[in-house]
């Protein structure tokens, strides 16, 4: 998770922290349809203007989408203007520090037993071939190196970052501070350990960075993968 999308997640939540916005946001959303301005005015005995503020608050922060619609049902002249009306968007928030991706690991579960329901695959290996689709994943869709880092390990720390790892580089050597998984992989070590040595040694390989090696390293409080830059032998010509 990136700094800017920390920021946004902490302003989507705070937008909920005042108490009338709060309660306006949980009565759209226990509504089965759009709400408008006055049906939210009246259920929370607010003033039109001080709903309208709010609501339109919690629309710039990406928690409710607007859409416009003439209550009335009549169409063409006299038929007054569209209301603005609100409903609660698709935008899903989380918080967690250390990060955690939970999601992350539900789909690469999901997609594993599918795998393994389908063509007979033993549950841990379509577990290990799930999470190195993601690890390729990652490698593809990550930007390229930004031109302050001084090597490949440093590059893929910087990705690794991106999603929840917290790399801490000290040589030649980079420890993951944290587990995206922790708890899962308190509860089923061996498993969500191999899950993420699987997803980034398919990382590593498909960003070409032959001279890092993604080594199995549990201990308590981080990661139980650790990289280490190797020096590759240079070819003799």
């Keep these: 998770m990136t700094a800017d999308d920390l920021d946004a997640r902490i302003a989507g939540v705070s937008a909920l922290a005042d108490p009338v916005r709060r309660s306006l946001y949980q009565f759209v959303v226990r509504?089965?349809?759009?709400?408008?301005?006055?049906?939210?005015?009246?259920?929370?005995?607010?003033?039109?203007?001080?709903?309208?503020?709010?609501?339109?608050?919690?629309?710039?922060?990406?928690?409710?989408?607007?859409e416009f619609r003439r209550l009335s049902g009549r169409r063409g002249p006299g038929a007054?203007?569209?209301?603005?009306?609100?409903?609660?968007?698709?935008?899903?928030?989380?918080?967690?520090?250390?990060?955690?991706?939970?999601?992350?690991?539900?789909?690469?579960?999901?997609?594993?037993?599918?795998?393994?329901?389908?063509?007979?695959?033993?549950?841990?290996?379509?577990v290990g071939e799930s999470a190195a689709e993601e690890g390729r994943r990652i490698a593809a869709s990550s930007s390229g190196p930004g031109p302050q880092l001084s090597g490949p390990l440093e590059e893929a720390a910087a990705v690794l970052a991106e999603h929840g790892y917290e790399p801490r580089v000290d040589g030649d050597v980079a420890v993951l501070a944290n587990c995206p998984f922790s708890d899962l992989a308190r509860e089923h070590t061996a498993l969500v350990c191999g899950m993420n040595h699987d997803l980034i040694g398919a990382f590593l390989a498909e960003r070409g960075y032959s001279s890092i090696e993604a080594r199995l390293d549990p201990a308590d409080g981080r990661c139980c993968v650790t990289l280490i830059s190797r020096q590759v032998p240079q070819k003799v010509r």
């Design 31 to 66: 509504q089965p349809g759009a709400v408008s301005r006055d049906q939210a005015a009246a259920e929370l005995d607010l003033p039109r203007h001080t709903a309208k503020f709010h609501l339109d608050r919690l629309v710039e922060e990406g928690l409710l989408v607007p």
């Design 80 to 126: 007054g203007r569209p209301a603005k009306l609100y409903r609660r968007s698709e935008r899903q928030l989380a918080v967690s520090l250390p990060e955690r991706r939970y999601d992350v690991a539900g789909h690469l579960l999901a997609a594993a037993i599918e795998r393994a329901a389908d063509d007979g695959t033993p549950v841990r290996t379509a």
